[in-house]
């Protein structure tokens, strides 16, 4: 019976002794245009209601702003990635941070002033990610990004599908991260060594019902989740100014010619 990589989390904790020995991301550290560049630029609010970003071509999420003047993600390290537990193949586009070359690439099928929808086809035709990135605006802004997995095959297929972000809060690459099932956050405290005039937070959650099982993730690195092994990286937390990362993972079956939905949101704090 297959084991379930999200089950199996708990004892990926217990051995981190084993951790070094897992494969290293092996992706290509020269990021596509298309994956750190901004191509579509979003914004709501003002003062502490204020949220602005943009997105690429390729569906990275990049220049979290807010509150106003206030960065949560500033620089190009953000993306997705899919594990094909079936066939033991990984497919990821981290921005700057890192992209596996087995992705065609992208389309934009439609933007609005809220909203951008992208899909995008693995290079071997089996997978096809279609995410929708809207702006919620608000006393509680946060962006929604609803990642539909379609299985292009005539064959149910197990899959990972993974979100991560590089969070430098307020520019400082060292923060205190943490994580829960639903999701994990990066923060500056009052009384961090930095010494901001202002500390806030960034948190990357499942939003609403999710059929798929999930677990969120906080690294004390920068480097993006390797996509078929996501707790190497599996350090005991609450992690304390460090230079880490957050991300969430999805897994499930997937039938064939079907798709699994799963909506995730950037929701400042």
Same mark, same amino acid.
């Given at each position: 019976?297959? !084991?379930?990589?999200?089950?199996?989390?708990?004892?990926?904790?217990?051995?981190?002794?084993?951790?070094?020995?897992?494969?290293?991301?092996?992706?290509?550290?020269?990021?596509?245009?298309?994956?750190? =560049?901004?191509?579509?630029?979003?914004?709501?609010?003002?003062?502490?209601?204020?949220?602005?970003?943009? *997105?690429?071509?390729?569906?990275?999420?990049?220049?979290?702003?807010?509150?106003?003047?206030?960065?949560? *993600? $500033?620089?190009?390290?953000?993306?997705?990635?899919?594990?094909?537990?079936?066939?033991?193949?990984?497919?990821?586009?981290?921005?700057?941070?890192?992209?596996?070359?087995?992705?065609?690439?992208?389309?934009?099928?439609?933007?609005?002033?809220?909203?951008?929808?992208?899909? !995008?086809?693995?290079?071997?035709?089996?997978?096809?990610?279609?995410?929708?990135?809207?702006?919620?605006?608000?006393?509680?802004?946060?962006?929604?990004?609803?990642?539909?997995?379609?299985?292009?095959?005539?064959?149910?297929?197990? =899959?990972?599908?993974?979100?991560?972000?590089?969070?430098?809060?307020?520019?400082?690459?060292?923060?205190?991260?943490?994580?829960?099932?639903?999701?994990?956050?990066?923060?500056?405290?009052?009384?961090?060594?930095?010494?901001?005039?202002?500390?806030?937070?960034?948190?990357?959650?499942?939003?609403?019902?999710?059929?798929?099982?999930?677990?969120?993730?906080?690294?004390?690195?920068?480097?993006? $989740?390797? $996509?078929?092994?996501?707790? =190497?990286?599996?350090? $005991?937390?609450?992690?304390?100014? *460090?230079?880490?990362?957050?991300?969430?993972?999805?897994?499930?079956?997937?039938?064939?010619?079907?798709?699994?939905?799963?909506?995730?949101?950037?929701?400042?704090?």
């Amino acid at each position: 019976m297959k !084991r379930s990589v999200l089950a199996l989390a708990a004892i990926a904790f217990s051995s981190l002794c084993f951790a070094a020995d897992a494969p290293a991301n092996k992706t290509n550290p020269d990021a596509p245009l298309s994956s750190t =560049a901004c191509q579509f630029t979003f914004s709501t609010g003002t003062a502490n209601t204020f949220l602005r970003y943009c *997105v690429t071509s390729a569906g990275n999420i990049l220049g979290l702003e807010s509150p106003e003047g206030h960065f949560m *993600v $500033p620089d190009d390290r953000e993306g997705y990635a899919i594990c094909d537990e079936t066939a033991n193949a990984n497919y990821d586009d981290y921005g700057s941070a890192g992209e596996s070359g087995s992705w065609e690439l992208p389309t934009v099928l439609s933007h609005t002033a809220k909203s951008v929808k992208i899909a !995008r086809t693995t290079g071997d035709g089996i997978w096809t990610l279609t995410q929708t990135i809207s702006l919620m605006g608000g006393n509680t802004p946060m962006v929604k990004d609803t990642m539909a997995l379609k299985n292009n095959t005539s064959v149910p297929r197990f =899959a990972l599908l993974l979100r991560y972000a590089d969070t430098d809060i307020d520019g400082d690459q060292t923060n205190n991260l943490d994580a829960t099932v639903e999701s994990a956050s990066a923060w500056n405290s009052v009384s961090a060594p930095n010494e901001n005039a202002e500390a806030h937070g960034l948190m990357l959650q499942n939003v609403g019902l999710s059929h798929p099982t999930h677990q969120a993730l906080a690294q004390n690195t920068s480097v993006g $989740p390797f $996509p078929c092994n996501p707790f =190497a990286v599996f350090p $005991p937390a609450p992690l304390v100014q *460090v230079d880490g990362s957050v991300a969430i993972i999805y897994e499930a079956s997937v039938g064939p010619k079907a798709s699994v939905t799963a909506n995730v949101g950037y929701r400042p704090f």
